[in-house]
T-cell receptor, first 114, second 114 residues
Framework: KNQVEQSPQSLIILEGKNCTLQ??????????LRWYKQDTGRGPVSLTI?????NTKSNGRYTATLDADTKQSSLHITASQLSDSASYIC?????????????FGKGTKLSVKP | SQTIHQWPATLVQPVGSPLSLECTVE??????LYWYRQAAGRGLQLLFY??????ISSEVPQNLSASRPQDRQFILSSKKLLLSDSGFYLC?????????????FGPGTRLTVT
């Protein structure tokens, strides 16, 4: 069964600190892996997208890594800011899947405290 | 630039009442459109997607229905709401059928069924 598991469920860090969020998936084969940021009460916004052949992708202070062999991805946030407080969702697209066949993780809720 | 609108932003409805949520996209033509539901503590669940006017695919059997009366309009409906229909409803669009295309989400509608 195609699944995407994220850890931790929630995380609290101090402003200015770094953190790493994890995503493990069982989707195989897969086309691409995305990380979204979702502010409370808002729609998700894309941070990065990586195909199966890519190992890393950066977007400002956000860096995503992908290990297709171990089926793991991580999202590293550098020098966190209060505005980074949000849920971060890992999404995997199966290869050759149907139109809407994205597999969503439940997300990691990050709280950045001053 | 492309913009996606959803309304209403919040809605409180009694059990058994009808529902109509609307989503419109600006700045693009012939988008692929999606309806998702996000329940508390759970990942996004795809409800419906549409690749063109009048073309609706359902992913999950339920008491909801969707329609696409115009190219850039997507409507989610129910004749009789259930308590389990409460959640955060997100509309999304994508410009192409390839898995690599970015999917953009709307601001969402918070539905509470009482």
């Amino acid at each position: 069964k195609n699944q995407v598991e994220q850890s931790p469920q929630s995380l609290i860090i101090l402003e200015g600190k770094n953190c790493t969020l994890q995503c493990n998936y069982t989707v195989s084969p897969f086309s691409n892996l995305r990380w979204y940021k979702q502010d409370t009460g808002r729609g998700p916004v894309s941070l990065t997208i990586m195909t199966f052949s890519e190992n890393t992708k950066s977007n400002g202070r956000y860096t995503a890594t992908l290990d297709a062999d171990t089926k793991q991805s991580s999202l590293h946030i550098t020098a966190s800011q209060l505005s980074d407080s949000a849920s971060y969702i890992c999404v995997v697209t199966p290869y050759g899947g149907s139109q809407g066949n994205l597999i969503f993780g439940k997300g990691t809720k990050l709280s950045v405290k001053p | 630039s492309q913009t996606i609108h959803q309304w209403p932003a919040t809605l409180v409805q009694p059990v058994g009442s009808p529902l109509s949520l609307e989503c419109t996209v600006e700045g693009t033509s012939n988008p692929n459109l999606y309806w998702y539901r996000q329940a508390a503590g759970r990942g996004l669940q795809l409800l419906f997607y549409s690749v063109g006017i009048g073309q609706i695919s359902s992913e999950v059997p339920q008491n909801l229905s969707a329609s696409r009366p115009q190219d850039r309009q997507f409507i989610l409906s129910s004749k009789k709401l259930l308590l389990s229909d409460s959640g955060f409803y997100l509309c999304a669009w994508k410009s192409g059928i390839s898995a690599i295309y970015e999917q953009y989400f709307g601001p969402g509608t918070r539905l509470t069924v009482t």
